[in-house]
């Protein structure tokens, strides 16, 4: 099983700040990494999809890189609303998918 | 727009069985994998299961091969989960979730509770 492996456990940072958030793979799972955000009592909402691509109806504030075994998920600059829990989810390893264990952004 | 419900959580034996279902609409159901995803209270996201369009191609995480079975109506728009052999660490929210891409979910429900206690 691929095992995903996040950083920060939790990021506090101020609105208009830059997020940087890391994902690391215990192996590689070529391109196919998603990042989710899920803010409380929500459910999670898909950002972005193999590794760089953004899903329907994200703002350009979120960006993906990465490519193996390290990704990267930026926020260009906080909003309000953007504070949550973010996972990345690998599907390189299919039919085995798994989820990271989190990155809560929150409020300084 | 894509809508997902799920029902049939509530509260269980250890050793015991419940169904889970997802109705589904918006989108053309027979078309899309199908995922079923959980969390426990307080914790992150576990992939459970997921099914192709059709009802073939399942798999499952090591943690409930055997126990669950994940099935499809297609002519009901309905996913199901059949937990079986129920334990204490199967207590989470269950969501079901529209597949992307093979392996991603783009579409989830607002989940159901299921409580594995004596």
């Known amino acids: 099983e691929i095992v995903l492996t996040q950083s920060p456990a939790t990021l506090s940072l101020s609105p208009g700040e830059r997020a940087t958030l890391s994902c690391r793979a215990s192996?590689?799972?070529?391109?196919?990494l998603a990042w989710y955000q899920q803010k409380p009592g929500q459910t999670p909402r898909l950002l972005i999809y193999d590794g760089s691509k953004r899903a329907t109806g994200i703002p350009a504030r979120f960006s993906g890189s990465g490519f193996g075994t390290d990704f990267t998920l930026t926020i260009s600059s906080l909003e309000p609303e953007d504070f949550a829990v973010y996972y990345c989810q690998q599907r390189g390893g299919w039919p085995s998918v798994t989820f990271g264990p989190g990155t809560k952004v929150d409020i300084k | 727009q894509v809508h997902l419900v799920e029902s049939g959580g509530g509260v269980v034996r250890p050793g015991g069985s419940l169904r889970l279902s997802c109705a589904a609409s918006?989108?053309?159901?027979?078309?899309?994998?199908m995922h079923w995803v959980r969390q426990a209270p307080g914790k992150g996201l576990e992939w459970v299961a997921v099914l192709g369009h059709d009802g073939g191609s399942e798999y499952y995480d090591d943690s409930v091969k055997g126990r669950f079975t994940i099935s499809r109506d297609n002519s009901r728009n309905t996913l199901y989960l059949q937990m079986n052999s129920l334990r204490g660490e199967d207590t989470a929210v269950y969501f079901c979730?529209?597949?992307?891409?093979?392996?991603?979910?783009?579409?989830w429900g607002q989940g159901a509770l299921v409580i594995v206690s004596s």
């Open positions: 918006g989108f053309a159901f027979d078309v899309y994998g």
């Open positions: 192996q590689s799972v070529s391109s196919y």
């Open positions: 979730a529209r597949d992307k891409n093979i392996g991603y979910q783009d579409y």
